[in-house]
Each structure stands twice: as C-alpha cells, then as structure tokens.
C-alpha cells in the first residue's frame, strides 16, 4: 500500500521482501479468503501505549476506501458477523490487486532480498541487499511483528529501530490461544473441539464470541481476543451461558421439572460434553433438581457464569496472529509516520505499537499507516 501510494506520486520505489512470494499473510488470512477489513475500525478497536496515535491515518484512509479499491478490481466480497469483511474468493486476488498497484505505480519489487545493513548517510540511507549497497532518499520499516515465524516473521524491525535509538514497546504474543496446566489442561483436552458462545472479561476488557476447548487449552475468537489485555498472573473470568443467569434457571427448572437431572438440565443450554464436565466438577452427575439445596445449584451456576480460570500462558508467537508492543508511536509523527528524530526513516503497520482486535482491524491499520506515509514519503 505505501509503495504503490508513494509510485502514483512520482516517487521512485524499491520493494524489497526476504520471502520468495509476497504477501504470504494475507495469503492465509480468513481461512483462505483475507479478512481485509472491518467496517467497524476506529481508535477503540486498536491497543496501543499510545492510544490516539492510530486516529489520524484511521481517520485519512477508512475501510470504504479500500472497498472502493477491492470493488474497482472486481473482487466480490461478503461480509460476516460484527463487520468482518471477506473476499467471495481467494485471498490471493486480494495479493494480486496490491502487486497490480505497484506494477502502475512504476514500483520496483524484488523478492528473496535479505537486508545485512543498514547506514545513515548525508543524503538518505545505504542498505545492502544481498552484498549489493542501494542509496536512497527515505526508507520505510514495514516488517510487522514476530508472529509466525514459519512465514518468515523476525524481530527485524525492532532491530533496526533500536540501531537508529528509537524506543521499543515489548512485544509479545497477541490474538493467540491461551494454555492451562495440570487438572485445567486435562479438563479442556477432554473437552478438546467443543465450542460454545461465551463471554470471557480480564480486567476491564470484555468480548462476546466462540470459545473453543482444545488439547492445550482454550482458543476460538473471544479468547484471541482476551488474550490481547492478559498479563502473566491474571486471571481470566468466562460466562459459558452469557444473557442465561443460570442459578435462576436451575431453580426455575427445578419448580418445573424437580425429577430432571442437573446434568439433563445442563445438556439442554450446553453442549452435552461440557455439561458432563461441569455436573462431574460439581459433584452432580447424578443429582435430581428436586433433592438439591440452593447451595449446590448456585454452585453449579457459578461454574456456568462465572468460571475462573488462570492460564499458564499462551502459545507463543507460533500461532499468535499478532505482536503486540513494537516501535513506541511516541517516536513518530502520527500523519507521516516519519521518525522525528531521524528524517527520512519511516515505520508503519504491525512493527509499531498498534494492535488492533480480531475482525479485520489489523489489515485495516496495515491499509491506513501504508497510504498515510506513502502521501507523505
């Protein structure tokens, strides 16, 4: 996006990429189908230390935009639950209208282009690519974040921040499943594949969607999503039946149907699985609603509504889809994305301390920062 923006001003642009085929995560993105934006992006969607920082190039570049864009090259799309837009097709014609942007903008793209240096000169930058040494007036870091390093993901862009003395925000694993040990790991891989509507809140942080059991532990798009604001030591709070006070159900069954078995009465709002697992952690695989006090159904809703749950960890940069942290905004100006103290060095997209929510907000920050530092490099 930034390459092909600053090309159709005149810029003369060289893309280099150390992957032999570009654009591999967009590629296996959405299942296949990119997940290029949400109609929904806005600061709120987005963490950073420095929150304010992303509306600017929010605010210059919306997902109309790009629309406009997809739907100028034919490219049929739908959209999902919660403003999640996908292409009809394959994710590559998403790859394929980027690489034909630069192809007009006279961009120059050269792939399997490893970087060994970076200097600062009088005039710009010398980068040497593969022992050769290139000159240029300004260079721009859009490298993204570790996640995945099968597709080549690298701490590059840190590196090269912290060679010029700008700030780093720790990175780490985001949008990334959650891990339990001991009898919580043995709970969830019993459960493995099971999924159920949830809400699941750290601290104040709170998202309604799928949650998914696996062998390792929890994942599905709310525990992606929480996964974002949990810190080491915290606790993270499920309701497994959000809009359901479930000891109030539970009673009111019980007036209704006191010879049911709570675990009956369990299978008829969750999966039948999970409400086995819940009547065996609660002691009432066998119990009937009408010889149970008070005391055990509200016991029982409890681990319905307000289950609690410490996770070990996460799984790492291996399957986060995200980093979170990266270069500190603080450094940059917000409508350039220019390094304030080092003219003619740029970073945009996920290599900054902007992460956004899952549903499409992270190529949207991608598709903003590119177009706003393309008008202005």
């Known amino acids: 996006m930034c390459a092909a923006t600053a090309g159709a001003r005149g810029r003369r642009v060289l893309l280099l990429d150390h992957a032999e085929t570009p654009g591999e995560k967009i590629r296996i993105s959405g299942g296949g189908r990119c997940n290029f934006t949400n109609v929904h992006a806005s600061p709120q969607h987005y963490i950073s230390d420095n929150p304010r920082f992303c509306a600017s190039a929010l605010a210059g570049y919306a997902p109309a935009d790009f629309i406009e864009l997809v739907e100028r090259y034919g490219?049929?799309?739908?959209?999902?639950?919660?403003?999640?837009?996908?292409?009809?097709?394959?994710a590559t014609q998403i790859i394929d209208m980027l690489l034909a942007e630069c192809r007009k903008a006279g961009v120059v793209l050269r792939l399997a282009s490893t970087v060994s240096a970076i200097a600062r000169t009088d005039d710009g930058f010398v980068v040497t690519v593969c022992g050769e040494s290139l000159a240029c007036a300004a260079l721009v870091i859009a490298t993204g974040g570790?996640?995945?390093?099968?597709?080549?993901?690298?701490?590059?862009?840190?590196?090269?921040?912290?060679?010029?003395?700008?700030?780093?925000?720790?990175?780490?694993?985001?949008?990334?499943?959650?891990?339990?040990?001991?009898?919580?790991?043995?709970?969830?891989?019993?459960?493995?594949?099971?999924?159920?509507?949830?809400?699941v809140s750290c601290g104040k942080a709170r998202f309604r969607e799928a949650l998914l059991f696996t062998h390792r532990g929890l994942s599905g798009p709310a525990i992606l999503q929480i996964s974002s604001y949990w810190r080491e030591g915290q606790e993270v709070v499920i309701d497994l039946a959000p809009g359901t006070d479930f000891f109030a159900f539970l009673k009111s069954a019980r007036r209704s149907h006191p010879r049911q078995e709570i675990q009956t009465a369990l299978a008829g709002v969750l999966p039948r699985r999970l409400a086995e697992a819940?009547?065996?952690?609660?002691?009432?695989?066998?119990?009937?609603?009408?010889?149970?006090?008070?005391?055990?159904?509200?016991?029982?809703?409890?681990?319905?509504?307000?289950?609690?749950?410490?996770?070990?960890?996460?799984?790492?940069?291996?399957?986060?889809?995200?980093?979170?942290?990266?270069?500190?905004?603080?450094?940059?100006?917000?409508?350039?994305?220019?390094?304030?103290?080092?003219?003619?060095?740029?970073?945009?997209?996920?290599?900054?301390?902007?992460?956004?929510?899952?549903?499409?907000?992270?190529?949207?920050?991608?598709?903003?920062?590119?177009?706003?530092?393309?008008?202005?490099?």
Not at 81 to 89: K, M
Not at 168 to 194: T, W
Not at 324 to 333: H, I, K, M, P
């Open 278 to 377: 819940i009547a065996a952690d609660t002691g009432t695989q066998a119990a009937r609603l009408a010889d149970t006090p008070d005391a055990t159904l509200r016991k029982v809703g409890m681990a319905v509504n307000d289950w609690r749950v410490l996770p070990s960890g996460t799984e790492g940069y291996r399957t986060a889809e995200v980093t979170l942290g990266g270069v500190d905004t603080r450094e940059l100006s917000s409508r350039t994305f220019e390094a304030r103290k080092v003219p003619g060095l740029y970073f945009i997209g996920e290599v900054l301390d902007v992460t956004g929510h899952l549903g499409g907000y992270n190529f949207q920050w991608a598709w903003a920062s590119g177009h706003a530092c393309g008008r202005a490099v």
């Open 146 to 199: 570790k996640s995945i390093p099968r597709m080549g993901a690298t701490g590059f862009g840190y590196d090269v921040a912290q060679q010029f003395g700008l700030n780093i925000v720790e990175p780490r694993p985001g949008l990334v499943p959650l891990v339990f040990e001991g009898a919580l790991k043995a709970k969830c891989a019993a459960l493995s594949g099971v999924s159920v509507d949830a809400e």
């Open 75 to 90: 490219i049929a799309w739908h959209e999902k639950t919660l403003g999640q837009l996908f292409c009809d097709g394959s």
